[in-house]
């Protein structure tokens, strides 16, 4: 299978990681005042890579249903966490909303893949489910944190309108719709402006990954041809997903918008911080 | 839902009834309004006035349906208002805030704004209309091309009270809507719900909220006070505040 590919050493791998002194020298001359974040992200990098390295060998190996089903769950309850942690604003809820959203939208998209078009055998084929899988949850959960962030924002900062809109008997979605709209682009946009720079400017990993393993670049290719559609229809559905609740969430049904439900992130970001 | 009110034979039913209606900030656990019973017949005008933080915006929004009730009901006409029902009931019950919000876009943008929305299906904006109801206020004909985002204070406060008088609602809820404005500005605001209360008194009625007692008698008939909470008829006893900040 790996032909082509040469096998790393854990001294290969320690080389490329003294790159990172670039940033540290970076950080120092000009006073960015990174260092110790430098040093802790290259530590999880390695760190968390090592891990899931493991895991993955394990998982493969072992390849039962019952061990790849939980993994890919954990995945996905990690995305949903991870989706509702970005902007100012908040509302209870919201943390549900993200796991919701990005859990059926990307479970529905990668049983499309996974069985429609790849058709993989047996039907948890963990080499196919989990990075596929993971690859769809990682653009799902950007576009649905900016869109849910997009929402709670363009709600603080247009409530008077929201407000007068429904005062001269605007329906709670017609006096929604603005700031709906603007979240869901908000979600698309980066999925978009990747579609259209990808194999231009930027490789993907993936596909990169399939033609250093041996694979032909035509069929690394078509892969990564499914995957952006995968990416694409996934990213879309869980941010419109996503807004959908948050509306649901601040707009009564009596059409009333219940912009005192939109809180600030303070208490727990300033816990984060006194930690 | 609920039966008409009971009144007694031959009585006109009010507009508006305010029954028990009642606000708490859960977040604070602090009472905003205590249950409070209020009516408003048709031809009233009734001006309210109290101190700031009194509870009187609150009342006011309660009235319009616009937040969560915490006890009570509103009905109209005698009858409670179902959800469904709510965007019909703001267009009779129009609810005009303090400062104005105005949509991006020309003046003309904002005034034919309401017709893009379900509930005025049946109306069709009436450029030459909205251009008089301007005039009477002392705007020329090009004010309507004016961007919304340029216009003073009290502009943006007139092209919001023209766009709700277009729309002939029968009840006017103004939350200190010259608090904030010149002179000139708040004269205009005044005659022009002044005319359109007249147009059809016998069907209309306001409920004007100021902090200010020489304009509470100005527009006003009925004088009701909020303090704390609690709203009181009072004869308008010389009770002069003086003029506080916008709330």
Known sequence: MNAGLQNLSLVDV????LLVLVNGAISVVLKLDLERRLAWAAARTVVQLLAIGYVLGWVFAYDRWYVVLPLMALMTLIAGVAGSQRGARTYAGQRADSIVSIWISAWLVAAVGLFVVIRIRPWYAPQYAIPILGMILGNT????????????????????????????????????????????????????????VV???????????????GQSPLQAVRYQIVIMFLIAASSGLGTVGAVLLAYRHLFSAEHRFLASRLIERTPRAKRRAAR | MTEPRSAAPGAPVP????????????ARGQILLQPTDLTLDAGERVALTGPSGSGKSVLLRALALLDPLD??????????????????????????????????GSVDDNVRYPYSLAVYRDAAFDAGRAQALF??????????????????????????????????????????????????SARAIE??????????????????????????????TRQLTMRAGVLSEAPHAGVAQPQEAAR
């Open chain 1, 141 to 196: 959960l950007t576009g649905v944190s900016l869109g849910i962030e997009r929402m709670t924002s363009e709600l603080t900062a247009r409530r008077d309108r929201v407000d007068t809109a429904l005062a001269l008997g605007a329906t709670r979605w017609e006096a929604a719709q603005g700031p709906a709209r603007d979240a869901v682009r908000a979600g698309m946009i980066p999925t978009l402006n990747q579609m259209a």
């Open chain 2, 71 to 104: 006890g009570g009901h509103v009905l109209w006409r005698g009858r409670a208002v179902t959800r469904a029902r709510i965007p019909g009931f703001r267009r009779h019950v129009a609810y005009l805030r303090q400062r104005a919000a105005l949509l991006d």
């Open chain 2, 15 to 26: 507009l508006v009834a305010a029954q028990r209606v009642a606000r708490r900030d859960a």
């Open chain 1, 14 to 17: 320690a080389i490329a990681a």
């Open chain 2, 135 to 184: 005039e009477r206020a002392g705007r020329g004909a090009d004010f309507l091309a004016r961007d919304a985002s340029e216009l003073s204070g009290g502009e943006a406060q007139i092209v919001a009270l023209v766009r709700v008088l277009q729309l002939d609602p029968d009840v006017l809820l103004l939350d200190e809507p010259t608090a904030s404005l010149d002179p000139e």
């Open chain 2, 191 to 220: 005659a022009l719900v002044s005319e359109w209360f007249e147009r059809d008194r016998a069907a209309r009625a306001t409920v004007w909220v100021s902090h200010d007692p020489a304009q509470a008698l100005r527009v006003g």
């Open chain 1, 199 to 213: 194999g231009v400017v930027s490789l993907p990993g993936m596909m990169t990954g399939q033609v250093l393993a």
